[in-house]
């Protein structure tokens, strides 16, 4: 498996989950992976250092994985972060919601590994456009 | 927490596989009983507190969102039920349909709680008739929203962008 240099943060509440996340993310070749349980997680680690891609869970309590999207597309220092919705939320209004805030791609829960490399590396390619 | 997960990030190499499902089922158990805490909440005075049907809704999608991945089956097909009714139960417009919602929740989490710990059993026959019974209240309250899957997604995804 070719190690990819992109950085990647996964926002996710579940513990269990965000280290599953990030074992399939290392097994793929992302060698640079953090976690963050909150938003909040989120925003320090993107304050401190340049993150690609952010792979992001819907509900986190007690922000949304929406608020984070808005507050990454509000600042031009972060215009080259991809952001990437990873849910069980697939109510067909939510997801066009998502969609209409600019997200990068909406992945529904259970994450597959098949295909993940090519979606974070398209995701990572369309902002750096 | 952060921190220190991501610091023993290099050192962890491969997450044992059996820990892990452990850890997602302390989890698991404990997003069950804050859908039960709040459920109780809400009997207490079902007009009033209807707005906890959201909670109940979040916590049932958050365990139904883990079991996918965990492949709990049994855990996911009560799950999605018990998030669609409490959604309908938040606008129900008489106290008939707001008792009746709630006694389904009930059946539900009482439900989900065994089967997180139970993963591993077949679904037997009373979980068919509870899922059928779960379904009947569901569509008596409308049926589930609309949903979508990956590939419609990616579809809207291609339309949007």
């Known amino acids: 498996m070719p190690v990819s240099n992109l950085s990647i943060v996964v926002v996710e509440d579940v513990q269990a989950m965000r280290l599953h996340l990030r074992q399939i993310l290392q097994d793929l070749g992302f060698m640079k992976v953090q976690t963050a349980a909150s938003v909040e997680e989120a925003q320090i680690i993107l304050m401190v250092e340049p993150v690609d891609v952010v792979i992001c869970d819907w509900y986190l309590n007690p922000s949304s994985g929406l608020d984070l999207l808005k507050d990454i597309r509000q600042k031009p220092d972060l215009k080259g972060t991809a952001f990437m919705m990873l849910t069980a939320e697939n109510t067909k209004e939510k997801v066009i919601e998502a969609l209409k805030s600019g997200v990068d791609d909406y992945m529904v829960k259970p994450i597959s590994a098949a295909g993940l490399v090519d979606k974070i590396n398209a995701a990572a390619a369309k902002r750096k456009k | ?161």
């Open chain 2, 1 to 161: 927490m952060m921190s220190q997960e991501n610091a023993q990030e290099s050192k962890a190499g491969t997450v044992n596989r059996q820990a892990l499902i452990d850890d997602f089922v302390t989890e698991l158990s404990e997003f069950a009983r804050v859908a039960e805490t709040t459920l109780a909440e809400i009997e207490k005075d079902m007009e009033a507190n209807r707005h906890l049907f959201q909670i109940f809704a979040r916590m049932m999608l958050t365990i139904r969102g883990t079991a996918q991945t965990l492949e709990f089956k049994n855990v996911v097909d009560i799950a999605v039920l018990g998030e669609e009714i409490a959604v309908k139960a938040g606008g129900a417009d008489t106290r008939p349909k707001l008792r009746k919602c709630v006694g389904s929740l009930w059946d539900v989490i009482t439900s989900v709680k065994y089967l997180i710990v139970h993963h591993q059993e077949e679904t037997g026959d009373e979980q068919e008739i509870l899922i059928n019974r779960l379904q009947y209240t569901l569509n008596a309250f409308g049926g589930a929203r609309p949903k979508v899957d990956q590939d419609e997604i990616e579809k809207l995804l291609r339309e949007m962008t």
